[in-house]
């Protein structure tokens, strides 16, 4: 037998030789492996599984490891040892040998997510475990517990410089005597955050989406990534105002009023917590980290920030800064040593949520230049590539949203969300959010319309205005159908009875005067970067995901682009604020990029103006893409007969 | 005029060539000279008053300064600008120059505090104040509020890589607006803990002596080292129990009893601070710091650490370390920035009040070797030098205090707290608390008695032992005088009349047994260093303060000494508070030292047995010191004949 073995770790491929007899996981630490572990190499967490590889010259023998012994038979973990695994920490290295460490071993990994929309989810755990056994106390030799506690940590796993949190100070004793002298920390860089007694390999983390309407929440194991449970439900701050302006002058107007909707948002948090980790049948003690995205006027009333400075010119943010913030200091119910993480915010109105979408889609990642387009209140509007990022923020207004629409409503069961028109009888069909089929289908109810959503209004605009009912100023004119209904010196389309649902000329204003806002917001980016198309669209959050890119497209809300590559991002603010909870490297990445990304201020740029007044027209423009002019049939250059499309 | 000019600052000796004109402050700066400043040269502070010096070939000509101007004409700050004085931020140098700059003017510096019974008291603030012009948000570039106070600290303080603390960023866009874009901060290490609008330069810091009968406040300017206002109250746990053990008893008997225990003393606290800040004219939110002593159990209660581990063998501390805690977590109404300082813990039994006893004392400064005895409950007893130090806990039990003494009470108003006795006779003459003169002096009201102190006590046990009628094993005998009474076996010796004040045999026996386990703590910390005699006796605390020194050691209470280097101490360890409050140098020296401190556990050493048992006669040994024979004509070798002491 010889005294050293060579050891080659893969994918790593680091390689180096090490004592016989070593167990896999002390090679792994000797060579700088990411093998993981939670136990410290007892045989208790399963963490370290690896097996046995193989590469020119070398075979995958098992042999190369020492027969598996008792610690593998008797263990029991969570994660259970796969056929033809060993276990790190109980495998002896008796030969040269290749160590296959599986993604699942590492620390630091990829989590393939197809759900969340993701490839590829890095996990980086800001937080770890640490599982210790610990000396007991010595009359003869007075110590504190905590002071044996750090010997522990630094005997056991080299963890030096640490200090605890106060709230764990208080814990110490009685975590250390339950457990018998065994303990499981939790260290976060250099705090000990929290302790348990005895072993103990999960800890959770919530990433959270505060938007102005609803507020969406996930609950993620830090270590695997694995999603738990999901849960969301209405900002109650919608109680003190619609949108996000009637919320910002609510507090203008009421004496304290920052603080009750700093309130009413935290308890709507700590319910929503309360149901994930009762529905994932965990505590709310397993929480040890949170990860928050929000527009600038959430993201403050979160965080206990008077919005007011947000309300006026020049829009002063607190700060631009991600934070991170104890969960106590913003009464969140969790883990009393759990932190809460704000990504970053990138100017007044262009916040923590757009930071969230740049990360998730990642165009600083690629060479395509793509445009993100985040609608609310406020269009939050983000171009570029690996080269240059710019961000600006549209006011849109709310009527994407249904506000300021006769009929409009939130995107709710009840809203009319598709429309077509027959451009000679101007009837129209539609679809309606809660029902399966068509209004020309069998078994579908009118009666329960309740409104028009902002993708139906989308589509009967375009829809009139192909059908020539609608002129490119906006206008809807009389073609002597029953179904235009004359108000006055205006007209207005009839597109539901029962109840009635009108699209008057008031509400074809108010998407103009919207998606003008929008639409010059993005021109005015490709114009600093003197570009006028864009590789790529992405809509994000629930209006982008809600629709129809081509209309979008049609109806000149963005520009030009090859619509193949018009798509919804779904809720990317939310994805981000997963991959900020799960790891580190994402943190440090979207805090880099933020303070990269170049802020076009729309309220002080001449030529958004410009750009404003040439896009209030129906059609903008749609000359680039003639697959568009086929996909709908787009008039040109006149309104003229036209096949449907559905 | 030269490009350049030659200045020496005194008393650091820095020196070097700086660019004509400069003003003392750059230079002072460019030549690392600790020179004053929160309005960072703005004329507002006046803390870089400086003069000039000479030394030989460089006269104290004021030309080699540029004249005064309108700053300093306008100047009028807290700090008057004293004839003769210059402020180094407006004073250019205009010729070679010695600058001195008076200990005032430091930062780092000595005060002389002769009340609080040191010598020098060293400054060293933890926490800085800052001034700061902060510029304006800005349409066209936005950048958080945050951001810009960032970037002012770093242009105008060369302050990097600072963060915020959560509850400064809620009152950030308020103190920039109130103080029209100035506002002072205030900097612990590298987090921002506090902010106001405007120029501000004074943050108060409280030091507490927290004892088991009394807490003791001092309130303190952290720059000036200036004690504005004390005060203290009873410890309200005493409802809880009378001594520690009974409320470690009570703590175990009754579920959450350790959290009510935590909750009254945190709340004298507040009521201390906000006497404090009332009297000396300030408020709750100028309290940046606190620093708290107490022993272990007091200390472990304070910070909300269960104390039953305390209670029982092997008396586990959480901790031994120093900790800086959030005020806020210890619910603390001060500054939301406020941080809380308790000094290390020893051991057990001996806890942070030791700790700052010896900081106060700086044994470990010196060569003498010094005996350090803090009587409480437990005494905490010290003993060493520069080149060693020792600490044990001795179990005196209470009866020092008063307590298991049948007429005993705490030193309060109508405690007898000095006693002589006729040898002859056996009349003796009283003192007592509350009031100026003795028993046999006009105007004393004998009916204002109550019971007797721990010093009395001490003085009578003396005083019969030299007038014969307590022998040297402690018996009391008859001695045929009326002042004897007989009880079944025993005898008592009366004391006073109405009220009557008895010392029994089961006093005797307790003080006994108290003055032995002290004493044999002191002798096991001599075998220790293997000497047999002290060159210093401190004695700390109240009971310390009490006590006649010279009785003291003719009980035995203490090993022999030069009698006139046995002297009160003061309350040592609040003294240690108050510097740990003022000085970050003072914290790293207590931390140091009391890593060293070796600690003797008394239970487990056999000898302290046998030392206890030898202490229990009196006089123990007092054959060392003449003088002490003198002072009190002690017998030798049996009781005999004397003159009175008084």
């Given at each position: 037998?010889?005294?050293?073995?060579?050891?080659?770790?893969?994918?790593?491929?680091?390689?180096?030789?090490?004592?016989?007899?070593?167990?896999?996981?002390?090679?792994?630490?000797?060579?700088?492996?990411?093998?993981?572990?939670?136990?410290?190499?007892?045989?208790?967490?399963?963490?370290?599984?690896?097996?046995?590889?193989?590469?020119?010259?070398?075979?995958?023998?098992?042999?190369?490891?020492?027969?598996?012994?008792?610690?593998?038979?008797?263990?029991?973990?969570?994660?259970?040892?796969?056929?033809?695994?060993?276990?790190?920490?109980?495998?002896?290295?008796?030969?040269?040998?290749?160590?296959?460490?599986?993604?699942?071993?590492?620390?630091?990994?990829?989590?393939?997510?197809?759900?969340?929309?993701?490839?590829?989810?890095?996990?980086?755990?800001?937080?770890?475990?640490?599982?210790?056994?610990?000396?007991?106390?010595?009359?003869?030799?007075?110590?504190?517990?905590?002071?044996?506690?750090?010997?522990?940590?630094?005997?056991?796993?080299?963890?030096?410089?640490?200090?605890?949190?106060?709230?764990?100070?208080?814990?110490?004793?009685?975590?250390?005597?339950?457990?018998?002298?065994?303990?499981?920390?939790?260290?976060?860089?250099?705090?000990?955050?929290?302790?348990?007694?005895?072993?103990?390999?999960?800890?959770?983390?919530?990433?959270?989406?505060?938007?102005?309407?609803?507020?969406?929440?996930?609950?993620?194991?830090?270590?695997?990534?694995?999603?738990?449970?999901?849960?969301?439900?209405?900002?109650?701050?919608?109680?003190?105002?619609?949108?996000?302006?009637?919320?910002?002058?609510?507090?203008?107007?009421?004496?304290?009023?920052?603080?009750?909707?700093?309130?009413?948002?935290?308890?709507?948090?700590?319910?929503?917590?309360?149901?994930?980790?009762?529905?994932?049948?965990?505590?709310?003690?397993?929480?040890?980290?949170?990860?928050?995205?929000?527009?600038?006027?959430?993201?403050?009333?979160?965080?206990?920030?008077?919005?007011?400075?947000?309300?006026?010119?020049?829009?002063?943010?607190?700060?631009?800064?991600?934070?991170?913030?104890?969960?106590?200091?913003?009464?969140?119910?969790?883990?009393?040593?759990?932190?809460?993480?704000?990504?970053?915010?990138?100017?007044?109105?262009?916040g923590a949520d757009a930071a969230g979408a740049v990360l998730s889609e990642g165009p600083y990642?690629?060479?395509?230049?793509?445009?993100?387009?985040?609608?609310?209140?406020?269009?939050?509007?983000?171009?570029?590539?690996?080269?240059?990022?710019?961000?600006?923020?549209?006011?849109?207004?709310?009527?994407?949203?249904?506000?300021?629409?006769?009929?409009?409503?939130?995107?709710?069961?009840?809203?009319?969300?598709?429309?077509?028109?027959?451009?000679?009888?101007?009837?129209?069909?539609?679809?309606?959010?809660?029902?399966?089929?068509?209004?020309?289908?069998?078994?579908?109810?009118?009666?329960?319309?309740?409104?028009?959503?902002?993708?139906?209004?989308?589509?009967?605009?375009?829809?009139?205005?192909?059908?020539?009912?609608?002129?490119?100023?906006?206008?809807?004119?009389?073609?002597?159908?029953?179904?235009?209904?004359?108000?006055?010196?205006?007209?207005?389309?009839?597109?539901?009875?029962?109840?009635?649902?009108?699209?008057?000329?008031?509400?074809?204003?108010?998407i103009q005067l919207a998606k003008a806002a929008l639409r010059a917001g993005c021109d005015l980016?490709?114009?600093?970067?003197?570009?006028?198309?864009?590789?790529?669209?992405?809509?994000?959050?629930?209006?982008?995901?809600?629709?129809?890119?081509?209309?979008?497209?049609?109806?000149?809300?963005?520009?030009?682009?090859?619509?193949?590559?018009?798509?919804?991002?779904?809720?990317?603010?939310?994805?981000?604020?997963?991959?900020?909870?799960?790891?580190?490297?994402?943190?440090?990445?979207?805090?880099?990029?933020?303070?990269?990304?170049?802020?076009?201020?729309?309220?002080?740029?001449?030529?958004?103006?410009?750009?404003?007044?040439?896009?209030?027209?129906?059609?903008?423009?749609?000359?680039?893409?003639?697959?568009?002019?086929?996909?709908?049939?787009?008039?040109?250059?006149?309104?003229?007969?036209?096949?449907?499309?559905?």
């Open positions: 037998m010889a005294d050293t073995y060579q050891v080659v770790f893969t994918p790593s491929g680091r390689r180096g030789k090490v004592p016989a007899e070593s167990t896999v996981l002390d090679a792994a630490r000797a060579l700088g492996v990411d093998l993981d572990s939670v136990c410290g190499g007892r045989g208790i967490c399963g963490r370290c599984q690896v097996m046995v590889g193989s590469r020119p010259g070398m075979d995958s023998k098992p042999e190369r490891l020492s027969p598996p012994g008792a610690t593998e038979a008797e263990y029991h973990g969570r994660r259970p040892l796969l056929a033809g695994y060993r276990l790190g920490c109980a495998a002896h290295i008796v030969d040269d040998v290749v160590i296959d460490v599986p993604s699942e071993s590492q620390v630091h990994r990829q989590v393939v997510r197809k759900r969340a929309g993701v490839d590829n989810l890095p996990v980086d755990p800001v937080v770890r475990l640490y599982y210790i056994e610990v000396a007991e106390p010595d009359l003869a030799s007075p110590t504190g517990d905590a002071d044996r506690v750090l010997l522990a940590l630094a005997g056991q796993w080299n963890l030096e410089e640490l200090s605890f949190d106060a709230h764990v100070l208080t814990q110490l004793q009685p975590a250390l005597r339950n457990g018998k002298w065994t303990v499981t920390v939790a260290v976060r860089t250099n705090r000990i955050v929290a302790i348990w007694p005895g072993f103990r390999d999960r800890a959770l983390g919530v990433a959270f989406d505060i938007g102005s309407t609803t507020i969406a929440g996930h609950l993620c194991d830090l270590f695997t990534g694995a999603v738990l449970s999901s849960n969301g439900r209405m900002n109650p701050q919608i109680g003190f105002g619609e949108d996000l302006m009637s919320r910002v002058s609510y507090v203008m107007m009421n004496e304290g009023g920052e603080k009750r909707l700093t309130q009413v948002v935290r308890q709507a948090l700590n319910e929503v917590i309360g149901e994930l980790v009762a529905e994932a049948g965990m505590e709310r003690d397993d929480v040890l980290e949170i990860a928050v995205v929000g527009n600038p006027i959430m993201h403050h009333l979160f965080l206990g920030f008077d919005p007011r400075e947000l309300g006026t010119a020049p829009f002063a943010l607190v700060t631009t800064a991600a934070l991170d913030t104890p969960a106590a200091a913003l009464e969140l119910e969790v883990n009393p040593g759990a932190s809460v993480y704000t990504l970053p915010c990138i100017a007044g109105h262009v990642r690629r060479s395509p230049l793509q445009l993100l387009v985040d609608v609310g209140t406020n269009a939050e509007i983000v171009l570029g590539n690996e080269d240059r990022l710019l961000a600006a923020s549209s006011p849109t207004g709310p009527a994407f949203e249904g506000a300021q629409i006769s009929s409009g409503q939130r995107a709710a069961p009840g809203a009319i969300e598709r429309v077509r028109v027959d451009p000679q009888s101007l009837a129209p069909r539609i679809k309606v959010i809660g029902q399966e089929m068509w209004s020309d289908e069998d078994g579908f109810d009118g009666s329960a319309v309740t409104g028009i959503c902002g993708s139906g209004i989308i589509e009967v605009i375009v829809e009139l205005f192909l059908a020539g009912v609608i002129t490119s100023d906006g206008v809807i004119v009389d073609r002597g159908s029953e179904r235009i209904v004359a108000q006055g010196r205006t007209f207005s389309y009839r597109l539901h009875d029962k109840p009635e649902v009108l699209i008057t000329q008031n509400d074809v204003r108010a980016l490709m114009d600093e970067l003197a570009v006028d198309y864009v590789d790529q669209i992405r809509l994000a959050g629930a209006f982008g995901s809600h629709i129809d890119p081509i209309y979008a497209m049609a109806l000149g809300l963005v520009p030009d682009c090859d619509p193949d590559k018009v798509s919804a991002a779904g809720n990317a603010a939310g994805v981000g604020a997963m991959m900020a909870l799960l790891s580190g490297e994402s943190r440090r990445e979207i805090e880099a990029v933020a303070r990269t990304i170049e802020k076009i201020e729309t309220a002080v740029e001449p030529r958004f103006q410009e750009h404003f007044v040439a896009a209030m027209a129906i059609p903008h423009k749609t000359d680039r893409y003639p697959q568009l002019q086929t996909m709908l049939d787009l008039p040109e250059p006149t309104p003229a007969a036209r096949s449907r499309r559905r």
